[in-house]
């Protein structure tokens, strides 16, 4: 009997499948790490058949571990790392190089160029992105100068290009299938988000040619069909989603005005704002959450590059705690009267700065400074820069004389399992924060597009209403002491901004 959905959650540090069953309870899962390749400052690598290679294993692992087989699998979801960027053979299916991480700054030289010259409007028009390393053209540019003889293959169509769920697809089926979705496109910085088209004028702009694009799809549709060989029997591919967007979906954000922050390594809030696509003037990106009948549901976006890393930084690089946890306790009893500020631009500052030239500060230190102090100032530095998102957010839907962003937060990713820390990020933002039951909120949402495609579940109103709370975080500072703590970030802020001018 197919009633259960298998899900490939393939990230940045590690590739994890689920089997979840009618319900969306997760029944068994597997979990890979896979090596992180930094040739020189600022590029970041994967082998691209690292990531098909975990994606299988861990597949067929749970699947083991669940006690099905796939004869029990009525679909599989991919939910991935985004704007990653693969060249491969279309004869052979072999990769020409390692895939471009979206982490890589390589192409930052380039992109300033362009900036320079005035192509931000084009671009930020068309893709609703900024011209930033961050996104695929600038790396498939790379690739086809870069690797002998790439850019002739591809004119002459023997090479294909996708983000990590077009590779995994191609692998999946063998080859039949060079096909993305609309979330993943919209990451690419070639993709009309308006029309849903691939862009001519922005292809041009990056010297792209169209034979090594995949084919744009609803996200929750039709993908084809893993091969027998992988499983033991052909499994449809119903769903394939950024994992961002993925985790909005598995919030079940899906009216206008509903946000969610997933505190991972880096943090990413997105904003649903339905069929609107407010242009941001707060350096916000203007993506798709999700498209389905061939309608698309757009987002504003704002990313942290340091989150939960700046807690990894503390334990693995200062070695004033040992594990993550730690962090909360040494917090929570940190000394009131010390004002210390953490500005954790170990990679720049991301939305809305942009600034990847910023390096981090620690400030306000005394002789009275101690580890508490200084573990107090990483945790609160995440909830500091979520204000600084929300409030573009907000000004971005005022300025496009939209509803503002809904008062309540969904919450998710590792770091949401410190109670300190949500409750100070509800404090600063001065708007409670709402943590559910399921935190794997990004497997949970693929898994959701894929079953409701199977027909195993009702649509997306029958999963809103499953979705379960955990703890509602309600604000509780002073106004004053938060409007004190507020002026002190924003100082810390100019000053780590200004050192590089
Ligand atoms: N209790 C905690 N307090 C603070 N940070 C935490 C806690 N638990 C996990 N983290 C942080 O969350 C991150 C892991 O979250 P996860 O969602 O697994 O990240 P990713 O998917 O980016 O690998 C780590 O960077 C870790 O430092
Ligand atoms: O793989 P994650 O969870 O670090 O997410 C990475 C984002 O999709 C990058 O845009």
Same mark, same amino acid.
């Given at each position: 009997?197919?009633?259960?959905?298998?899900?490939?959650?393939?990230?940045?540090?590690?590739?994890?499948?689920?089997?979840?069953?009618?319900?969306?309870?997760?029944?068994?899962?597997?979990?890979?790490?896979?090596?992180?390749?930094?040739?020189?400052?600022?590029?970041?690598?994967?082998?691209?058949?690292?990531?098909?290679? *975990?994606?299988?294993?861990?597949?067929?692992?749970?699947?083991?571990?669940?006690?099905?087989?796939?004869?029990?699998?009525?679909?599989?979801?991919?939910?991935?790392?985004?704007?990653?960027?693969?060249?491969?053979?279309?004869?052979?299916?072999?990769?020409?190089?390692?895939?471009?991480?979206?982490?890589?700054?390589?192409?930052?030289?380039?992109?300033?160029?362009?900036?320079?010259?005035?192509?931000?409007?084009?671009?930020?028009?068309?893709?609703?992105?900024?011209?930033?390393?961050?996104?695929?053209?600038? /790396?498939?540019?790379?690739?086809?100068?870069?690797?002998?003889?790439?850019?002739?293959?591809?004119?002459?169509?023997?090479?294909?290009?996708?983000?990590?769920?077009?590779?995994?697809?191609?692998?999946?089926?063998?080859?039949?299938?060079?096909?993305?979705?609309?979330?993943?496109?919209?990451?690419?910085?070639?993709?009309?988000?308006?029309?849903?088209?691939?862009?001519?004028?922005?292809?041009?702009?990056?010297?792209?040619?169209?034979?090594?694009?995949?084919?744009?799809?609803?996200?929750?549709?039709?993908?084809?069909?893993?091969?027998?060989?992988?499983?033991?029997?052909?499994?449809?591919?119903?769903?394939?989603?950024?994992?961002?967007?993925?985790?909005?979906?598995?919030?079940?954000?899906?009216?206008?005005?509903?946000?969610?922050?997933?505190?991972? *390594?880096?943090?990413?809030?997105?904003?649903?704002?339905?069929?609107?696509?407010?242009?941001?003037?707060?350096?916000?990106?203007?993506?798709?959450?999700?498209?389905?009948?061939? /309608?698309?549901?757009?987002?504003?976006?704002?990313?942290?590059?340091?989150?939960?890393?700046?807690?990894?930084?503390?334990?693995?690089?200062?070695?004033?705690? *040992?594990?993550?946890?730690?962090?909360?306790?040494?917090?929570?009893?940190?000394?009131?009267?010390?004002?210390?500020?953490?500005?954790?631009?170990?990679?720049?500052?991301?939305?809305?700065?942009?600034?990847?030239?910023?390096?981090?500060?620690?400030?306000?230190?005394?002789?009275?400074?101690?580890?508490?102090?200084?573990?107090?100032?990483?945790?609160?530095?995440?909830?500091?820069? *979520?204000?600084?998102?929300?409030?573009?957010?907000?000004?971005?839907?005022?300025?496009?004389?939209?509803?503002?962003?809904?008062?309540?937060?969904?919450?998710?990713?590792?770091?949401?399992?410190?109670?300190?820390?949500?409750?100070?990020?509800?404090?600063?933002?001065?708007?409670?924060?709402?943590?559910?039951?399921?935190?794997?909120?990004?497997?949970?949402?693929?898994?959701?597009?894929?079953?409701?495609?199977?027909?195993?579940?009702?649509?997306?109103?029958?999963?809103?209403?499953?979705?379960?709370?955990?703890?509602?975080?309600?604000?509780?500072?002073?106004?004053?002491?938060?409007?004190?703590?507020?002026?002190?970030?924003?100082?810390?802020?100019?000053?780590?901004?200004?050192?590089?001018?």
């Amino acid at each position: 009997m197919e009633t259960h959905i298998l899900v490939i959650d393939q990230g940045t540090t590690s590739t994890r499948s689920i089997v979840f069953d009618r319900n969306f309870t997760p029944v068994a899962s597997a979990q890979r790490e896979f090596p992180q390749s930094f040739p020189h400052p600022g590029w970041v690598e994967h082998d691209p058949r690292d990531l098909w290679e *975990t994606s299988l294993a861990t597949m067929r692992d749970a699947l083991a571990r669940s006690g099905l087989t796939a004869a029990d699998i009525a679909a599989i979801g991919i939910a991935n790392q985004r704007e990653t960027t693969v060249l491969w053979d279309r004869e052979t299916g072999e990769p020409i190089a390692p895939a471009i991480v979206w982490q890589d700054r390589r192409t930052a030289d380039l992109c300033n160029r362009l900036t320079a010259e005035g192509c931000e409007g084009l671009v930020a028009e068309r893709s609703g992105l900024l011209i930033d390393p961050y996104f695929s053209a600038t /790396k498939i540019g790379w690739l086809l100068d870069n690797v002998p003889g790439a850019r002739s293959r591809a004119e002459r169509g023997a090479l294909a290009f996708g983000t990590v769920d077009t590779f995994l697809l191609w692998q999946l089926t063998g080859g039949a299938v060079h096909a993305t979705d609309a979330t993943n496109a919209a990451r690419t910085m070639l993709f009309d988000i308006h029309s849903g088209v691939w862009d001519e004028d922005l292809l041009r702009l990056f010297q792209i040619p169209a034979t090594i694009l995949p084919e744009v799809r609803d996200t929750a549709g039709a993908f084809g069909t893993a091969a027998a060989t992988w499983l033991g029997r052909e499994v449809p591919v119903l769903a394939m989603v950024g994992d961002q967007q993925a985790s909005l979906v598995g919030q079940a954000c899906f009216s206008p005005g509903l946000a969610k922050a997933t505190y991972g *390594t880096g943090a990413f809030m997105l904003l649903n704002t339905g069929d609107a696509r407010p242009r941001s003037r707060h350096r916000l990106l203007t993506t798709i959450a999700y498209q389905w009948d061939g /309608k698309r549901t757009y987002a504003l976006e704002g990313s942290i590059f340091s989150a939960g890393s700046t807690v990894q930084w503390l334990r693995d690089s200062l070695g004033i705690i *040992t594990t993550a946890a730690e962090s909360t306790r040494l917090a929570a009893e940190a000394a009131d009267d010390q004002p210390v500020y953490l500005v954790p631009a170990f990679a720049g500052l991301g939305a809305p700065h942009w600034r990847s030239d910023a390096r981090a500060t620690l400030s306000g230190l005394t002789r009275g400074t101690t580890r508490r102090e200084i573990a107090r100032a990483a945790l609160e530095s995440v909830g500091y820069q *979520t204000l600084d998102l929300l409030e573009a957010m907000r000004a971005d839907m005022l300025d496009a004389g939209l509803e503002g962003a809904e008062a309540v937060i969904r919450v998710d990713g590792g770091m949401s399992d410190s109670d300190w820390t949500m409750q100070f990020i509800a404090d600063v933002l001065g708007n409670p924060v709402d943590r559910p039951v399921v935190r794997e909120t990004t497997a949970l949402g693929a898994a959701f597009l894929a079953g409701w495609r199977a027909g195993l579940y009702g649509g997306p109103e029958e999963f809103a209403r499953n979705w379960h709370l955990d703890r509602r975080f309600s604000p509780e500072m002073a106004d004053d002491r938060r409007s004190s703590k507020i002026k002190g970030w924003r100082h810390a802020v100019a000053q780590a901004l200004h050192a590089q001018d």
